[in-house]
C-alpha cells in the first residue's frame, strides 16, 4: 500500500475511516484508480523526495474518502427507494430523513436535499469519473516520479520502450 492507516491518521488527519481494515478497502480501491492514471508508474518508480511521496499519500488518502462517501451515499440511497403519496393525490421519490429505533419511525421528504459532489457522483457514473480523476489530476499534476517523470504524463516512458531500444 502506498498509504497506510497510520499515515492517514497522523500525517493527512483523517477521520472519516474508524478502522485499519476499513480504510484498506477504501485505499486499496484509491490505489488502483491511481495506478491507472499513473500508467503504473508508481509501482516502479514511487517518488523518492519526501513531500512527492506524501503528496501521492494525500492524494490517495483523499481520493479514499471520497470512494467512501459516494459508496455511502449509493447504500442510503437504496434504502430509501419509494414514493410518497401527497394530499393531492400526487406522487413523489422519497428520502429518509430521520430513523428511530425505538418503536421504528421514519421520516421521508419528497422534495430534494442539497447537492454535492458525492451525491452527483452516486448517481452518475460520468460525473463520479470526472470527480475521480479531478482529485487526481489536483493532487498529482507536476509531482514527478523517483525518475523525475511527470506522474501523470502519459508518453513513452524514458528506457521503456522496446521498440526502439
Known amino acids: ?61 483523499e481520493l479514499a474518502e471520497f470512494l467512501y462517501r459516494v459508496n455511502q451515499l449509493q447504500a442510503a440511497a437504496s434504502d430509501s427507494v419509494g414514493v410518497v403519496k401527497q394530499d393531492d393525490g400526487t406522487v413523489k421519490g422519497k428520502v429518509v430523513t430521520s430513523v428511530t429505533s425505538g418503536s421504528e419511525s421514519r421520516g421521508y421528504s419528497a422534495s430534494g436535499g442539497v447537492a454535492t459532489i458525492e451525491s452527483d457522483a452516486a448517481k452518475d457514473r460520468k460525473v463520479f469519473d470526472m470527480a475521480v480523476y479531478s482529485i487526481i489530476r489536483d493532487g498529482l499534476t507536476g509531482i514527478p516520479d523517483a525518475n523525475g517523470v511527470n506522474l501523470l504524463y502519459a508518453g513513452t516512458y524514458p528506457g521503456k520502450c522496446e521498440l526502439w531500444g
Open 1 to 61: 500500500m502506498y498509504a497506510d492507516y497510520e499515515y492517514y491518521k497522523t500525517e493527512y488527519c483523517g477521520g472519516l475511516f474508524d478502522s485499519a481494515e476499513n480504510f484498506k478497502l477504501y485505499v486499496r480501491k484509491a490505489e488502483r484508480r491511481v495506478d491507472t492514471s499513473t500508467y503504473g508508474k508508481l509501482s516502479f518508480a514511487f517518488p523518492a523526495a519526501e513531500k512527492d511521496a506524501a503528496a501521492v499519500k494525500d492524494c490517495i488518502c
